[in-house]
């Protein structure tokens, strides 16, 4: 079975830093690889998503992720973040097969510092 | 596009009685749509997943009796959680999506506090 790691729970970065955030994933089979944030008492917003073809992905408000086969990664980006990007960041993977379903990593906690 | 909504945002109730929560897909039509809890500080855990007018598939350890879930058109899906007890207050999260079954978009979630 699939699994998804992000081994930052919590992230504190400075305002206008770049930020990594790390995802690792565990499977046997081709999968589609996603990142979604989550602000307080929301729902999930779809940052990115990688399906195929070119590993570098670009998203919204200026986030871009990197798959990398090899390693198992797909690490998300950004150059300089904003305070508004404090949130909480799902890493999550799906099995190129059907009526399979999507299972997010534990979540990783941005906290941009002014 | 892609909006699901949900309703209600916020519910307080008893102990004993019963909830229920709305998922609508606003501009799509959902072939399939998930349900998720949500523990504070912690991942999405999923609960169920259905197909309109199909009974809903619950993961394991979810109990289906507890947790009704009904798909009866494309763009509604409800759960009711029945005989609410303060170990079910969470936040539920519904979720939808069209044809291609990853690509799920989410509505903002139910915060349930059960008293």
């Known amino acids: 079975a699939q699994s998804v790691t992000q081994l930052d729970s919590q992230v504190p970065v400075f305002e206008e830093a770049p930020v990594e955030l790390r995802c690792n994933y565990s499977s046997s089979v081709s999968v589609y690889l996603f990142w979604y944030v989550q602000y307080p008492n929301q729902g999930l917003q779809l940052l990115l998503k990688?399906?195929?073809?070119?590993?570098l992905v670009k998203g919204i408000n200026g986030f871009e992720a990197e798959f990398n086969k090899s390693q198992t990664s797909f690490h998300l980006r950004k150059p300089s973040v904003h305070i508004s990007d404090t949130a909480e960041y799902f890493c999550a993977v799906s099995l190129k097969t059907s009526y399979d379903k999507v299972i997010f990593g534990p979540g990783t906690s941005l906290s941009v510092i002014p | 596009g892609a909006v699901v909504s949900q309703h209600p945002s916020r519910v307080i109730c008893k102990s004993g009685t019963s909830v229920k929560i709305e998922c609508r897909s606003l501009?799509?039509?959902?072939?399939?749509m998930f349900w998720y809890r949500q523990f504070p500080k912690q991942s999405l855990m999923l609960m169920a997943t259905s197909n309109e007018g199909s009974k809903a598939t619950y993961e394991q350890g979810v109990e289906k009796d507890k947790f009704l879930i009904n798909h009866a058109s494309l763009t509604l899906s409800t759960l009711t959680v029945t005989s609410a007890h303060p170990e079910d207050s969470s936040f539920y999260i519904c979720s939808a999506s069209g044809d291609n079954y990853y690509e799920q978009y989410f509505g903002p979630g139910t915060r349930l506090t059960v008293t």
């Open positions: 990688y399906l195929s073809g070119s590993t």
């Open positions: 501009d799509f039509q959902a072939t399939t």
